[in-house]
């Protein structure tokens, strides 16, 4: 850690990086989904609501907010309030899986200042990205590709959640990414939301992490949202703040208004408030008792003896929790293994208690629907 | 737009499209136009940086802030780079 990072770890007036997601519903059931999206809450924030949060947000100068889901675009306030947040100048990235991403709408989000879009593609081929993302996808993401290009978007980004299928196409999201001038994107795996259950199987192996590091290295320019923080325990540190933000640098509001630590822990343990509360998300976000805990120093736990505590942190608080882990224990994916023997301690004591979501919005998967099932790989 | 070497002794200033919050250790610093984010590690950085455009020169901005003259190079340091990442602009530039 540096004295910045140090400083940091205690807190900012406003987040860094904020995750707002607009709603619960989605068109698809991706394995990996962090917040286990499909259908919509029915509590979530009306158009008012959420243009007073945006309000919130200018007056804490909170730069831009990076909006999620389920998916963005089927909120049919969706433009409405992206135009209000560049308004106020906040800046809008949002995420999305393309599918109302139409030559229309493309032309109109090119025509708008201060809006950024990233790409969900989970693969380089059709049945590697089908297999995550559900039959179809692949062609539909492709065609949304081609509507921001012919509508001259300019540069967006093309986001790739790394697993054990897909992290040794790296090179050809690269070459893929630079066909349509986007930035490539890349980001760390974690058990949340329904992938508390396909992560296992799913995650990258120790082999392929140490890999991927080592391109990652040699490519600064491929964004990363600083979430492989934990393979900077390998030597030299990737590019980034290589610390846990959570409730520090970063949080969530969700699509009901709750504010959680991060995108990646949508469970009561990590909710710090609500929208809703008096004051608002700033009184949450300077003062909950969760965010004040979780900016004091932490306790390097089983990872005190280790060298490289100080370049990893410890690794992802959220990957540690699904995983059954305490949150002083090695991150699963630790370097140098000392995660994979802490879970199978946990195996070996009768087994890891895995917590499940607070929140589910899955769709029941009804009979005789086609999924394609994983292990098929 | 390609941003221009830092030079000490002409005058900067922020890019219009920068925006500077305050935080502990010093600012955070936003670029709206390339949406790059920088931080100001420490106060009197931002004291600096936010006096820039009423100087005739860097190193008039320096004296100014009242910088002590041994840490003129490690300032300048940080200002090269704010320049080089188009943050700070000549002050006659569009």
């Not at chain 1, 990414?177 to 986007?182: I, K, L, N, V």
Request: net charge negative; charged share 20%.
């Amino acid at each position: 850690m540096t004295a910045l990072t140090d400083q940091l770890a205690e807190g900012l007036n406003s987040p860094i990086c904020l995750t707002w997601e607009w709603t619960y519903a989605c068109d698809l059931a991706c394995v990996h989904c962090l917040s286990s999206s499909g259908r919509r809450d029915p509590n979530e924030l009306s158009t008012e609501q959420m243009k007073a949060v945006v309000d919130q947000l200018a007056e804490m100068q909170v730069f831009y907010v990076n909006i999620g889901g389920g998916e963005p675009m089927l909120r049919p306030d969706f433009f409405e309030i992206v135009e209000y947040c560049v308004e106020k100048g906040v800046g809008v990235k949002f995420s999305t899986n393309g599918g109302r991403i139409t030559a229309e709408t493309a032309k109109r989000l090119a025509s708008m200042d201060y809006v950024d879009i990233q790409i969900s593609l989970d693969g380089v081929d059709e049945i590697t990205n089908d297999a995550v993302r559900g039959e179809g996808t692949y062609a539909r993401v492709r065609t949304a590709m081609n509507h921001l290009r012919d509508a001259d978007f300019g540069q967006f980004k093309l986001s790739v959640v790394m697993t054990r299928e897909n992290v040794e196409q790296v090179d050809a999201y690269e070459a893929l990414a630079a066909e349509y001038g986007a930035e490539l994107r890349l980001t760390r795996f974690r058990p949340s939301g329904r992938g508390i259950d396909t992560w296992h199987e799913l995650h990258p192996t120790q082999a392929q992490q140490i890999e991927l590091y080592n391109w990652l290295l040699a490519r600064p320019q491929v964004l990363t949202g600083d979430s492989f923080f934990h393979l900077s325990a390998l030597g030299e540190p990737l590019p980034g703040l290589n610390l846990c933000g959570a409730g520090r640098v970063v949080c969530l509001i969700d699509p009901v208004g709750d504010v959680y630590a991060c995108p990646f822990v949508l469970h009561d343990n990590f909710k710090a408030g609500s929208i809703h509360g008096e004051g608002g998300f700033a009184a949450v976000w300077r003062s909950s008792d969760l965010f004040t805990e979780l900016r004091e120093p932490t306790n390097p736990g089983a990872c005190g003896s280790c060298g490289s505590y100080d370049a990893c942190g410890g690794g992802c608080m959220a990957t540690k929790f699904f995983t059954g882990l305490p949150l002083d224990a090695p991150d699963p994916e630790c370097v140098f293994g000392h995660g994979e023997t802490a879970l199978a301690e946990l195996e070996a004591n009768g087994g890891a208690i895995r917590p499940t979501v607070s929140v589910d919005h899955s769709k029941p998967v009804g009979v005789g629907k086609k999924r394609i099932p994983v292990s098929i790989l | 737009m390609t941003a221009v070497a830092f030079d000490a002794d002409r005058p900067w200033r922020l890019h219009e499209r920068v925006a500077l919050r305050p935080e502990p250790f010093g600012a955070l610093v936003y670029h709206y136009g390339n949406r790059r984010l920088t931080f100001l590690r420490s106060p009197d950085l931002v004291t600096l940086v936010e006096s820039l455009n009423n100087q005739p020169s860097a190193r008039a901005a320096f004296d100014a802030a009242g910088i002590d003259a041994k840490r003129w190079p490690s300032f300048e340091k940080a200002l090269t780079s704010l320049a080089a990442g188009d943050f700070l602009v000549l002050e006659n530039a569009a």
